[in-house]
Structure formats: C-alpha cells, structure tokens
C-alpha cells in the first residue's frame, strides 16, 4: 500500500509537469532541481533535521491568454496579491523529509530529545515576478502528504545506513503516528540592487507565512548577494522552513557561459505549530517543548554554466528548536538543477 501510494505522488507530479509543458508561452525555459539537505553533508553529525531530499519541475511562462493564468487571477483576487500581472510560471515538488533524536542508537528514544518523525509529501507553486526598478517575487505554494510510518522514512536511513556501515537507527518504532499533512505559504520577495540595475551586489528581502497542521509559522529575513548572476533568482531552493529563494527563474537572464552569486544571509520565525516537535494533532505521540523564536543564517555561492546547469552549495546555522536541544544545528545543502 505504502508503494503504491509512493507511486501515485510520482505519478501527479509527471502528468502535472507534461500539462504545465503542454501550456508553454513567453519564455520556454524549463528547469528540474534536486535539492540534498543534510546535517552530516559536509560535517559528522546526525541528529534532529538530518535528512532531506527535494525534487521539483518549474515549468515554461504562462503566456497571455492561457488557461493557466485562471489559478493567478483567482487568487488576484486578494488585496496586493498577484496583482502586477508580471512573469509567471507553476512549480511542481516531491519530497522527503526526517527527523531524529541526537543519540540513535538509543532504544527507546531520550523522551525529552526530538521524536522520531518522517515527512513524504508533493505540491505546486504559484510564481509571478513583477517588472519596475526593485523587482518582486510572490510565491503561493501548497504542499500535501503524510508524517509517520507511511513517509517511508526508517526504511531510507536505516537501508542507506546499512550500506555505508553506519549504525541503524534504533528507535523508530516511536515515531510519530501516521497523520495526513498539509501546508500552504505565501510570501514576497524584494530584489533591491544595490549598485544599480544589472550589477553586482544585491538585497533580497522576503517575508511570508505558512499554516498547516504540519507546520505554522510566519517569517521575514533577507540575502546579500554579489555576483553577475542576480537577475536570473531571488536565491537558492531550500526546504521548508527555511531561508533563500522559490523554484523561480528568469530564463532570459541566465548567464550566457558562466555566471555565479555569493550569499549570506539571516531569518527569524514565529513558530506556532510544528508537528515533527509538537506531535500528532489528534493521537498521543512522543513531543518535546518547542520555541516559538527561531532563526537561521545561512552563507553560500551559486554557479550557472552555459545556461543549462546550476549549483548551489550552502551551510545553515539553526538556533534550537526545543528546550533542552543540546546547541544549534548545522545543514549543509546541496542543488543541481537542469534548465532546457
């Protein structure tokens, strides 16, 4: 049952994606990204955020005309929301995400320390980038899926575990129950160019909400960037929660041969809900106290070649979580993204 469902979510993400290709106008770039979150990527940890895997399709410019403006002009309806009629693509997303306490050996799990917490999930994204002197980016994003059991999540660390000669990890049998998920954002992002239109140095402030029974949150933060590259994003992809960009891209502003951008940057957020912390919503599970105040900082570069691949490469710096969390956590990240 498992796989089938696994295979059903493979399945909406590829019809979807060939439809929102079907509907090709403006600028028919095509992007697919793989994004690796890890907290043992670039450094010996393995504990709380300690694995994550995102794959998405950002499909073509919805042209004038098109059908597809009909889910843009919908939500236009909303005071300042989609309101500048600019640039607009959809994003389609596949998912992994999991959780574990700091000692995994240990059976059953340290109460007081992280529960055990896997997260399998596909959604969509609306995109649109307003024109002027100070760009903007709104992004509205619905993620659906499952936590507990059925996200798959023991089976891949335990099976990759296995074959690199690592500990398995013992207590997964106390993992958070199965519980359908739902999240949905919306936020904006500003593209301040500091030196002037088309140069080197850049803001990028961004501020933007999600509610969910799995997480619920609203934050606001920014990138400094400096590179030749800037118009072609607002940032690197990342999972949620987190800070950098969305799946948008400018295909006309890809560099021609080679471009790159350097980042660092900060954000807070006021955490009302976070199921992987909290627990299940309607079931007893393991839980710890949450923070409501968290915040990430982030340093890295991108590269772009030959407009068909880019890289990102980044390491994020996130304060605890839950009382008692022995000291913040490190990610490292990792994308590759194809453009055609």
């Known amino acids: ?196 239109t088309g140069g080197l140095l850049d803001v990028v402030p961004r501020a933007g909400a999600t509610v969910g029974n799995v997480m619920t949150y609203g934050q606001a933060g920014g990138l400094l960037r400096f590179g030749n590259a800037l118009d072609a994003d607002y940032g690197p992809v990342r999972i949620r929660p987190a800070l950098s960009g969305t799946d948008y891209f400018d295909g006309a502003a890809l560099p021609k041969a080679f471009g790159y951008y350097v980042y660092a940057g900060a954000v807070g957020r006021v955490v009302g809900l976070n199921i992987f912390l909290d627990g299940n919503s309607f079931r007893k599970s393991p839980s710890v106290e949450k923070k409501n105040l968290v915040a990430d900082v982030e340093g890295g570069f991108a590269m772009f070649f030959w407009e068909i691949v880019k890289v990102d490469f980044s390491v994020v710096r996130r304060s605890e979580e839950f009382d008692g969390q022995n000291g913040a956590d490190v990610i490292g990240t990792a994308s590759l993204s194809a453009m055609w």
């Open 1 to 196: 049952m498992i796989r089938r469902g696994l295979l059903f979510w493979i399945l909406v993400v590829i019809l979807v994606s060939l439809t929102v290709t079907a509907a090709r106008a403006g600028d028919k770039t095509e992007r697919f990204t793989a994004l690796e979150e890890n907290d043992s990527l670039y450094f010996n940890t393995d504990r709380h955020f300690t694995q994550g895997l995102r794959l998405s399709y950002t499909g073509p410019e919805v042209g004038d005309g098109s059908g597809w403006n009909d889910p843009f002009d919908f939500l236009g309806g909303i005071p300042t929301v989609f309101a500048d009629g600019g640039k607009r693509r959809y994003a389609v997303i596949l998912g992994q995400s999991f959780f574990t306490p700091e000692d995994i050996a240990r059976n059953p799990p340290d109460p007081a320390d992280r529960p055990y917490a896997g997260w399998l999930y596909a959604g969509a994204g609306l995109l649109e980038e307003g024109g002027g002197a100070i760009a903007t980016l709104e992004n509205a994003e619905i993620l659906i899926g499952v936590v507990g059991p059925a996200a798959l999540a023991e089976e891949v660390q335990n099976d990759y575990h296995q074959l690199i000669g690592a500990k398995s990890a013992g207590g997964w049998d106390s993992q958070l129950k199965n519980e359908p998920g739902l999240m949905v954002t919306y936020e904006r992002y500003w593209r301040v160019p500091v030196t002037g």
